[in-house]
C-alpha cells in the first residue's frame, strides 16, 4: 500500500468475518493464482480473514482502482463491514471477478506473509498463511 496510495494512512486492522482468502486467476498469465477473498459461512466456525483498514486519498483511490484493474473487470469493488476493536466499519474490497483455484507463487505467498506481520496478525494467522501451497520458483 505505501507505493500504490502514498498518501493513504493505516487507520488500524480487524477481521472480514464471514470470509476465507483464496486464489484463482491463475489463467490470467502471472506467474501463479492472484490473491482474493470469498464469502465462506458455511464452516464452523465460518472463515475469517485479517485485513489492514486505510483511509484512502480520492488521487489514490483511482490510483488503486487503476493498479486493481477495475477498468478491465479483472477485480470488483464492494462494500464490507470489518470487525474492529473498535466496532465495525464499512470498508471497499476488492475481489477478483474470476474463478477460484491455482496456487499462487512462493513471491506473492510470501508478500502476504510479510504483510499480515507487519500489520500485527496474530502468529497463527502469520503461520497459516505460510504453511499454504505455492509454486516454486521453478514452475
Given amino acids: ?11 488500524g ?3 472480514l468475518l464471514g470470509w476465507r482468502l483464496t486464489f484463482g486467476g491463475e489463467d490470467l498469465g502471472w506467474d501463479g493464482a492472484i490473491g482474493t477473498v470469498v464469502e465462506d459461512r458455511t464452516g464452523i466456525p465460518p472463515g475469517q480473514v485479517f485485513v489492514a483498514l ?4 480520492d488521487d489514490d483511490v483511482a ?3 487503476a493498479w486493481e484493474g477495475l477498468e478491465i473487470g479483472l477485480y470488483r469493488k464492494l462494500r464490507v463491514r470489518v470487525a ?3 466496532g465495525d466499519q464499512m470498508a471497499w474490497l476488492y ?4 474463478y477460484e ?11 502476504l506473509v ?11 494467522y502469520v503461520h497459516d498463511l505460510q504453511s499454504r501451497p505455492c509454486r516454486s520458483q521453478d514452475d
Fill in 1 to 11: 500500500m505505501a507505493e500504490r496510495c502514498p498518501h493513504s494512512p493505516l487507520r
Fill in 13 to 15: 486492522t480487524g477481521w
Fill in 54 to 57: 486505510y483511509e484512502v486519498t
Fill in 63 to 65: 490510483s488503486l482502482d
Fill in 84 to 86: 474492529t476493536l473498535d
Fill in 95 to 98: 475481489v477478483l471477478d474470476g
Fill in 101 to 111: 483455484g491455482g496456487l499462487p507463487s512462493a513471491r506473492q505467498l510470501s508478500v
Fill in 114 to 124: 510479510e504483510a499480515a506481520a507487519a500489520a500485527g496478525a496474530p502468529d497463527d
